[in-house]
């Protein structure tokens, strides 16, 4: 029996919640991934997690994460979008794009990690530190470092840290800017009696 090749990509200028998505796909199914023009935070997860992030062979099935339009997924040169599933979170989404996969997850949430969490845990399936940690950098940064996030999401992100300090999260996403802007915060603070 001939195993598929596997194809885990998300939208153009990859954010971190859809970076997760490729991730979390090949940790679950296997495969490869690409990740089409990352953005900062996502290519400091790569380098910390030594990911690659280019196909290796022309694949049979694409796992699509965190797309909600057809014009916003981040092809490879070479491949065409005909046989595909989507896991996504967005309230709005292509009706046609959705229903010309061969399945979709779709619930909509603040980011796609909480589905894939859900999913997870409703299977069964251990999902890594590591993997848990890139959950938690997209769960922050979707919730506009935590200003948006909800009691659900608070909960969500205990989930993902495990024993991790929120710290390491808040590190890898700002990298130095951190403590500039908390100095600049504090320049502008005034004491009241």
């Given at each position: 029996m001939r195993t598929l090749?596997?194809?885990?990509?998300?939208?153009?200028?990859?954010?971190?919640?859809?970076?997760?998505?490729?991730?979390?796909?090949?940790?679950?199914?296997?495969?490869?991934?690409?990740?089409?023009?990352?953005?900062?935070?996502?290519?400091?997860?790569?380098?910390?997690f030594k990911i690659s992030t280019s196909p290796t062979v022309k694949p049979d099935v694409l796992f699509?994460?965190?797309?909600n339009l057809r014009e916003r997924v981040g092809l490879p040169e070479g491949v065409e979008l005909k046989r595909y599933v989507i896991f996504d979170?967005?309230?709005?989404?292509?009706?046609?794009?959705?229903?010309?996969?061969?399945?979709?997850?779709?619930?909509?949430r603040s980011a796609l990690v909480l589905n894939l969490f859900d999913y997870s845990e409703k299977a069964g399936l251990h999902l890594s530190d590591?993997?848990?940690?890139?959950?938690?950098?997209?769960?922050?940064?979707?919730?506009?470092?935590?200003?948006?996030a909800t009691g659900e999401e608070l909960t969500y992100l205990g989930y993902f840290l495990?024993?991790?300090?929120?710290?390491?999260?808040?590190?890898?996403?700002?990298?130095?800017?951190?403590?500039r802007d908390i100095l600049k915060r504090a320049e502008k603070m005034r004491m009241y009696n």
């Open positions: 090749n596997l194809l885990h990509l998300t939208h153009k200028n990859v954010d971190p919640d859809g970076f997760a998505g490729v991730v979390w796909g090949r940790e679950i199914f296997g495969g490869s991934l690409h990740v089409d023009s990352p953005g900062i935070v996502v290519r400091r997860l790569i380098e910390r699509i994460y965190d797309v979170h967005h309230p709005k989404y292509e009706r046609e794009f959705f229903e010309g996969s061969i399945k979709f997850f779709h619930k909509p590591d993997l848990l940690l890139i959950f938690a950098v997209a769960l922050v940064t979707d919730t506009a470092l935590l200003r948006t495990k024993k991790r300090r929120l710290e390491e999260v808040f590190e890898i996403i700002m990298r130095g800017r951190l403590s």
